[in-house]
């Protein structure tokens, strides 16, 4: 196999089908999606760098991310309650409302996508991103499913 080839043909097909299923035209970027997503589920918040390792974004990105989502309402940063030298960053309301509509909108769209798969190809396409996932950033699913490999 030609791995570099079918790098190639995954960063083209993994950006088309993201787009796709959940685009940008809610205007917001592809990395904001994730961090929302999460965000939206925890509902103390969590530090930036410590959000950063968790979804596997440099510290930098997460601050870029962080301003933007902030900059719409979506997010907040607080003092630390423990520690007031630390900043937690948290989903307003408006956030998680906003997240909610994405992921029933994206999951939607993709579950249409995967149906046509078939079930043995999209289990065969989850089964590789898990295991690219894992790799990759040396994790388990953050969505807190255990790997079944």
Request: charged share 35%; with cysteine.
């Amino acid at each position: 196999m030609d791995y570099e080839d079918a790098a190639r043909k995954l960063i083209m097909y993994s950006r088309g089908v993201a787009k796709g299923a959940i685009g940008t035209a809610y205007g917001m970027s592809m990395g904001e999606d994730p961090v929302l997503e999460y965000l939206s589920r925890h509902e103390d918040g969590m530090s930036p760098s410590d959000l950063a390792d968790k979804l596997g974004y440099t510290r930098p990105r997460m601050t870029r991310i962080l301003d933007s989502l902030e900059a719409k309402s979506y997010v907040e940063r607080i003092p630390d309650a423990k520690d007031r030298r630390r900043v937690i960053a948290r989903c307003t309301e408006e956030g998680r409302r906003h997240a909610q509509d994405r992921q029933t909108d994206g999951v939607s769209s993709l579950a249409v996508t995967l149906s046509k798969m078939g079930e043995h190809d999209a289990r065969e396409l989850l089964k590789g991103l898990e295991t690219a996932y894992s790799i990759t950033y040396n994790k388990d699913d953050i969505f807190g499913g255990s790997k079944k490999h």
